[in-house]
């Protein structure tokens, strides 16, 4: 049982090809072949309704504790409040429906009107509308090898080897909600014991000391969905380890929250948005919002480019939200759609309006007049997920026990389509801004993708809080301490060299 891939499908980062042998070998964060969508949608419709209504009452619930226990904020007692934050999109697909509809509140009481007032402050460009894939792709490399960029060497390939020394945090972490506690929930702690081995250097080992050395004085955000949040978990666990966080915002959805480490004056902030760009849910013959969303590729959201000039490292990741039915817009136009079947509407493949939300942001970015000119962007690449035997509505889970070879991973999957894509796109802000002059805004890469597509052993799996346990595996999120840690490493190990500690005294 302990030994690797026994009596499982080979093919492991392709949880829908286990199911049928119908799956492209992708792995789907919403299940399911792209034709089959429909059925699968109404066939689930029932129990996904269920689910909803069990999610948005945790939701309430929590709303109301963190509400009344957030009054005096002392860290701990804050993480604590938001323990129960139910965040629908724990579970992949739910699409975190229960509380999409929220307005950004106030959890903590005093900081809205701070943070109304720099809401107004940010006035971005929109991004092109002019460029199609076919133009993208020929001003691109067409083939996802290695990231040569300055980098002085690529991380992104490797393999993950034995560490005994294990993690730098435990799962007692101060700041790590209970819910997303894997340990705590009976997580097999083997996943632990691995770190990653790029192939032609070393990745060392996170030190919070100088990540904090390093951005003293500096405003660093995570931008995307729940996986996003997930590396500002990870990345305030490892710098708890040097200096305890204080929470000074928090939206009381864990969708947007700050954290201030006075001593090294670093601010490190979340911010929610699916797509980078406008969005809205689609409102369904009943008049209640859909799973799917209509996605305006001409307008950034402002879930994150009102906090934009204030930042100094913005780390934008995305691609998971786009597996389900998805209209894209233009110029006021439906111009297509993603997972769909609509006789006059064309899909335009996941990878397509993957590629557009990438540019829009990093046009974005590259054109936001408030920001900052050191201002240095990250892209995080696409981190698959590992359901087997289903998704995670219909009794899929992912329980392996170590990470997977490289022979077992898929180079066709969806996850590496996606992240060619991302690549493509930083590549070509890159050249923009080359081109451009001036400005000096940079455009880096968090390249995780294959190292994640490994992992299938990292995931929560059935280990998440037993309120949610009806027969659901989150095999989307990473643990803490957990392979997610690593991307942190990337990050930390990319800033000092973009800026060297010696600046930062
Ligand atoms: C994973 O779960 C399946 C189904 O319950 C079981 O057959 C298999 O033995 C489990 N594998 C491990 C490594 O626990
Ligand atoms: C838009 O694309 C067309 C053809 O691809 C090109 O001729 C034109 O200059 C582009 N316009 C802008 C504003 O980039
Ligand atoms: C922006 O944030 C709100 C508030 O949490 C959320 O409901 C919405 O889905 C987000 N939208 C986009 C496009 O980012
Ligand atoms: C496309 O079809 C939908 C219904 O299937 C309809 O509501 C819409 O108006 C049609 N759009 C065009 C441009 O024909």
Redesign the pocket.
């Known amino acids: 049982m302990k030994k690797p891939a026994a009596g499982m499908a080979p093919l492991p980062p392709s949880p829908t090809k286990s199911k049928a042998g119908t799956g492209s070998g992708s792995p789907r964060l919403l299940h399911s072949v792209s034709g089959e969508w429909s059925v699968v949608v109404r066939r689930n419709v029932k129990s996904s309704l269920l689910l909803l209504l069990v999610l948005s009452t945790f939701f309430v619930v929590s709303v109301l504790r963190s509400s009344r226990s957030f009054a005096p904020p002392p860290p701990a007692a804050a993480s604590e409040a938001q323990a129960l934050t139910p965040q629908g999109e724990t579970v992949p697909g739910d699409d975190g429906r229960g509380d999409d509809q929220e307005q950004i509140s106030d959890a903590a009481g005093n900081n809205v009107a701070a943070e109304r007032e720099r809401s107004s402050s940010a006035d971005i460009s929109l991004p092109?509308t002019?460029?199609?894939t076919e133009?993208a792709a020929a001003a691109a490399p067409s083939h996802a090898g290695s990231v040569d960029m300055e980098e002085k060497c690529d991380m992104s390939m490797g393999k993950w080897v034995r560490e005994p020394k294990g993690a730098v945090y435990t799962h007692m972490c101060a700041t790590l909600a209970e819910y997303k506690n894997c340990q705590k929930h009976g997580k097999d702690p083997g996943h632990l014991y691995w770190r990653w081995q790029p192939d032609g250097c070393d990745l060392p080992r996170f030190s919070p000391e100088r990540f904090l050395a390093a951005v003293r004085g500096k405003r660093l955000a995570f931008i995307g969905d729940s996986l996003a949040r997930n590396q500002m978990d990870s990345l305030l666990c490892l710098l708890s380890q040097a200096e305890t966080p204080m929470e000074v915002y928090a939206d009381g959805h864990d969708k947007f929250r700050t954290w201030r480490f006075p001593e090294h004056d670093f601010t490190l902030m979340v911010m929610w948005t699916e797509f980078f760009v406008h969005a809205e849910p689609v409102v369904g013959a009943e008049g209640e919002p859909t799973p799917s969303f209509d996605i305006h590729l001409d307008r950034l959201s402002a879930n994150w480019t009102r906090r934009l000039p204030e930042l100094d490292y913005a780390v934008i990741s995305g691609g998971n939200w786009f597996f389900r039915p998805n209209y894209l817009w233009e110029g006021g136009r439906r111009v297509g759609c993603v997972k769909c079947s609509e006789a006059n509407l064309s899909d335009v493949g996941v990878p397509y309006a993957v590629r557009r939300e990438a540019r829009a942001a990093v046009e974005g970015i590259a054109r936001c007049r408030g920001c900052r000119s050191g201002l240095v962007a990250f892209l995080r690449t696409y981190s698959p997920d590992h359901f087997e035997h289903g998704s995670w509505f219909n009794g899929g889970y992912c329980n392996r026990t170590r990470p997977l070879e490289e022979a077992e991973l898929r180079p066709d999957s969806a996850a590496w389509e996606l992240r060619r894509v991302q690549l493509e796109e930083v590549r070509r802000a890159r050249k923009t801004a080359a081109a451009a002059s001036g400005g000096g805004r940079r455009f880096e890469l968090l390249d995780v993708t294959k190292a994640m597509m490994m992992r299938a052993d990292g995931h929560p799996g059935a280990h998440i809080d037993p309120r949610w346990q009806r027969a659901i595996s989150d095999c989307l999120h990473w643990c803490m301490p957990g392979p997610v840690d690593m991307w942190n490493e990337l990050l930390l190990r990319r800033i000092t060299e973009i800026s060297p500690p010696a600046a930062a005294r």
């Open positions: 092109s002019n460029s199609s133009a």
